[in-house]
């Protein structure tokens, strides 16, 4: 890896660009704790970024920190994006981001291999990108209530709530793997292999969690690391990994992007592109709701 990719990650600079277009070959990059003195940067009402370096005693250890989006559902508007929709194709996370005018993007989930499709139920303001719930999956992140006094989003557990009974009630909603159950448990069993790793997690707070290790780790080490950090995540879903596993924050005065295992860096950094994918999760102003 050459000396631009192990450049380290400083979010506390203006701009910050990471990505990788290359599958997990490196190793994994250096880095220094976050901004000194805090763990959260507030870069948009509503909008959070930080990043941890995980504990000594976790998986993580020795590894990268962590890098987390942090999004107040009740302050910004969730929105799915997905190559389905009409005009649409598939895109890097940073381009779905920019093109629609968005704050923060990551993956949405897995894909089929017609490049469109998610391997779960993803529905966006009431268009089916899958109608099929998929019985492997335990997951499901629902927002956009239809009704008033619904909370703006949440992280359902197939295990502890009546999905049929709730999806309804959302226009949008997508079906992943559990990482972390509605109980705080694991839900990934131990071993496999070890690749950077993108999920979405629900706080303690009700906050929405856009997490993402650019480090190897399997997932089930990876959620033991997040368990572990002053997160408090209370459930969590696997939406992507490898070098397709993507996290974008663009807001004016702050800007990153990272994926895979290989980095570059602002404010004028060469390309780094990211890889095209079908369904992005993004968050923005209220006005970005009514983006598909």
């Not at 993956?107 to 291999?113: H, K, V």
């Not at 993803?122 to 909370?151: I, K, Q, T």
């Not at 390309?271 to 009514?290: D, Q």
């Amino acid at each position: 890896m050459d000396a631009m990719a192990r450049a380290l990650i400083l979010l506390a600079l203006p701009v910050l660009v990471l990505a990788a277009p290359a599958p997990l070959a490196a190793e994994p990059l250096t880095a220094e704790p976050a901004v000194a003195g805090t763990e959260w940067m507030e870069v948009l009402p509503g909008l959070e970024v930080g990043e941890f370096p995980p504990p000594d005693q976790s998986p993580g250890a020795g590894k990268m920190p962590v890098v987390v989006a942090r999004v107040d559902p009740s302050r910004l508007s969730l929105v799915l994006l997905c190559a389905s929709s009409p005009g649409e194709s598939p895109a890097t996370v940073g381009q779905w981001v920019r093109n629609k005018g968005l704050a923060c993007g990551i993956n949405a989930s897995m894909y089929l291999p017609d490049g469109r499709k998610s391997t779960g139920y993803l529905a966006s303001r009431g268009v089916l990108n899958n109608a099929r719930v998929n019985r492997r999956f335990g997951a499901f992140l629902v927002f956009d209530p239809g009704e008033e006094g619904l909370s703006p989003a949440r992280l359902l557990d197939r295990e502890m709530e009546d999905v049929d009974a709730i999806l309804p009630h959302y226009r949008s909603a997508v079906q992943n793997f559990r990482l972390i159950g509605g109980d705080g448990s694991i839900t990934w069993k131990p071993g496999g292999e070890t690749h950077s790793v993108a999920c979405v997690a629900e706080d303690a707070s009700g906050r929405v969690l856009f997490i993402h290790s650019q480090s190897a780790y399997t997932v089930h080490d990876f959620a033991k690391t997040l368990l572990a950090l002053p997160l408090a995540v209370s459930r969590a879903m696997y939406v992507e990994g490898g070098y397709q596993a993507s996290l974008v924050v663009d807001v004016p005065g702050f800007f990153l992007e990272i994926s895979g295992v290989s980095a570059c860096r602002g404010p004028d950094p060469p390309p780094c592109p990211g890889w095209p994918v079908p369904n992005v999760l993004g968050a923005g102003p209220r006005a970005a709701g009514s983006v598909r």
